[in-house]
């Protein structure tokens, strides 16, 4: 007996079929819906642990602040950190190398990553060096590194003896909000 030319048939009602399609999309449904929101809850986990806000500080951010918020500012230091190869790059390859032109007509047009280092004093009398950034949100950082690439710049401070992290990130906020009401009010 010849198979190989023989088609298979299945004489299966419609409803038969419908029914199980329709069996196999409410489970997939549903099973979608449950790793939906357990991957939603895990990035709202992330979210809130990195920092990704633009209307308030992460956890982390807000538990250094309350930490060492309200102590003195011995110094604040700028610091100027280079883009990576990976970013000049790709940057690069976007801009079809008029990144990399633009580059060698002036030193004035290297971009750097702008970061801000706190010297606080805190109450034993010692030392502690916190790290500011500002990403897509305010990052504070308590270990970080600093590597020969960073040209770090020493910053005059005003009123040296008044001064905290809180006070000088509030300042910056209300000077940011002012000028954004300035810039795009409709009078």
Known sequence: MDISNQAIQFNIPLKYVLVTSLVIIIFTFIFLL????FVLKALKIQIDDNGLFFHKYSKRCQAILDTYGDYKLTQVYLVRQPFSKLIHFTL??????E????IEQSADNFPYHILLLFEILLPDGTTKMLLLEKNNCI???ETFIINQSHIIRKLDLTNKNNKM???SIQEQDSKLKRKYINNNSTF
């Open 99 to 102: 990144y990399q032109n633009l």
């Open 139 to 141: 990052n504070i950082c």
């Open 165 to 167: 992290i809180t006070s």
């Open 34 to 37: 449950i790793v939906s929101y």
């Open 92 to 97: 690069n390859l976007l801009t079809f190398y």
